[in-house]
C-alpha cells in the first residue's frame, strides 16, 4: 500500500532529477525548484550513482510508488540513462522529461531498455525564438528528437511549453502543430514566479483556460490537480466517446491540450501524490519548498526507507496549508509553519 501524509494523499510516483547539468540555459528555468544551481557540463561528483538510483526505485516500489519521471538539468546527459531505465522495476512505469536534443539516434534504445513515455520541452516553433528562449542553436536537432521518439514508440510524446510574457503569443501556433502531427500531444505549463524571480514575466493563465474553451471540439475536466485537457483535433475528437474512459483519452493521438496551472492552485496542491528527489539525493517532498529536503546519507536501503518515510508523513499541500490565503486574498506562510522556514 502507498504510504500517505497527514492530509491523506498517498505518494503513487517520484520525480528523479539525474544532474543539474544541462546543454540549455533556458531563462524560465528554475532547476526543480532548486534555483539556478547548475553546474558545469562535466559530470560531478555530487550526482548520485546508477547503484543508488536503481537501490531508491528499488525500495519506493515496496512502498507502492507505480511511476518514476525522469529528470535534470538534461537526464539524457547521463551515460548510465539506459541501465537505470533498465534497471527500473517493472511495476513502474517510466518516463522522462528531456530538450530532446540528444533523442535522435538513441530515442530506440531507451524505448527498448524500457521507456514508456517522454516529454520534450519545446516553448517555440520558430528557429530564433526558441533561441532567445533556450539560448540554444539546438532547435533543428529538438525537432529531430521529437519525430525519432514518435517514430521509436514512444507516442503520444507530449510538448512542454511554459507560458509567460515571451511565449504566450506561440501558444496558437503550438496548439495547430500538436494538432496537425500525429503522435504529439502539448502540455501547457503555468509559469512560476516565485520560483525564477521574474513576476513581471508572468501572464493570466486562466485567458489561455478561456480561448482553448472556445475552439476545442471536447473539454476533459481531471479531478486529480483540478486540470483540463482540450481536444483540438476534430477528425480525431469524432473519435472519443460523450463519457471517455482516461485511457482512451490518453491514446488519443494529436490535438489534445493539457494546462498545469499549480500556482495559487489549493486543488493542485490537496491531489499531489508526488515526492522529488535532487541529483544530490536529497528527497523534497514540494517543489516549492527546500526547507523540506531531507538526506538519504549513504543511500542504504535502511536509510532510504527512513528518509522516505520521513519526508512522505511531512508533506504538506503549499497553497491552502503551507501558504494561506489572508483577508486581502493574498497567500502568506502559515504561522505554524514560520520557524520551520527560518
Known amino acids: 500500500m502507498p504510504l500517505s501524509d497527514e492530509f491523506g494523499r498517498e505518494v503513487t510516483g517520484v520525480r528523479v532529477s539525474l544532474t543539474d547539468r544541462c546543454n540549455f540555459d533556458c531563462v524560465y528555468c528554475h532547476n526543480e525548484g532548486l534555483g539556478d544551481t547548475r553546474g558545469p557540463m562535466e559530470p560531478g561528483d555530487d550526482e548520485m550513482g546508477t547503484d543508488d538510483v536503481v537501490r531508491f526505485l528499488n525500495v519506493v516500489a515496496e512502498y507502492g510508488v507505480d511511476s518514476v519521471k525522469l529528470t535534470g538539468g538534461e537526464p539524457m546527459l547521463r551515460e548510465d540513462l539506459a541501465e537505470i531505465i533498465r534497471r527500473a522495476p517493472d511495476s513502474m512505469e517510466v518516463s522522462m522529461t528531456t530538450n530532446g536534443t540528444f533523442l535522435p539516434g538513441r530515442a530506440e534504445e531507451l524505448k527498448e531498455a524500457g521507456l514508456d513515455r517522454v516529454n520534450v520541452s519545446q516553448d517555440a516553433l520558430d528557429p530564433e525564438e526558441f533561441a532567445e528562449i533556450t539560448k540554444s542553436g539546438a532547435y533543428d536537432k529538438v525537432m529531430e528528437g521529437v519525430q525519432a521518439a514518435v517514430d521509436a514508440g514512444l507516442a503520444p510524446v507530449k510538448l512542454n511549453m511554459v507560458v509567460f510574457e515571451h511565449t504566450a503569443g506561440y501558444v496558437e501556433g503550438m496548439v495547430d502543430h500538436v494538432a496537425e502531427n500525429e503522435g504529439l500531444q502539448l502540455q501547457l505549463i503555468e509559469y512560476m514566479p516565485e520560483l525564477t524571480g521574474r513576476p513581471e514575466w508572468n501572464i493570466d493563465i486562466q485567458r489561455v483556460h478561456d480561448w482553448l474553451a ?64 535532487t541529483h544530490e539525493g536529497y528527497l523534497k517532498g514540494c517543489l516549492n519548498r527546500n526547507d523540506d529536503l531531507q538526506s538519504m546519507g549513504e543511500m542504504s536501503r535502511e536509510e532510504i526507507r527512513e528518509a522516505f518515510e520521513q519526508v512522505v508523513a511531512e508533506r504538506v499541500p503549499y497553497y491552502g496549508e503551507y501558504l494561506v490565503e489572508n483577508e486581502r486574498g493574498e497567500y502568506e506562510i502559515n504561522e505554524k509553519y514560520i520557524s520551520a522556514a527560518d
Do not use: T
Not at 479531478?223 to 463519457?243: G, I, L, Q, T
Open 214 to 277: 472556445e475552439i476545442a471540439d471536447h473539454v476533459e475536466h481531471r479531478e486529480m490537480h483540478d486540470r483540463k485537457r482540450y481536444f483540438v483535433n476534430p477528425e480525431a475528437a469524432e473519435s472519443v466517446a460523450a463519457d471517455p474512459q482516461p485511457s482512451e483519452l490518453d491514446e488519443f493521438q494529436g490535438g489534445m491540450i493539457e494546462i498545469v496551472d499549480p500556482v495559487e492552485n489549493a486543488d493542485f496542491c490537496a491531489n499531489c501524490g508526488r515526492v522529488r528527489v
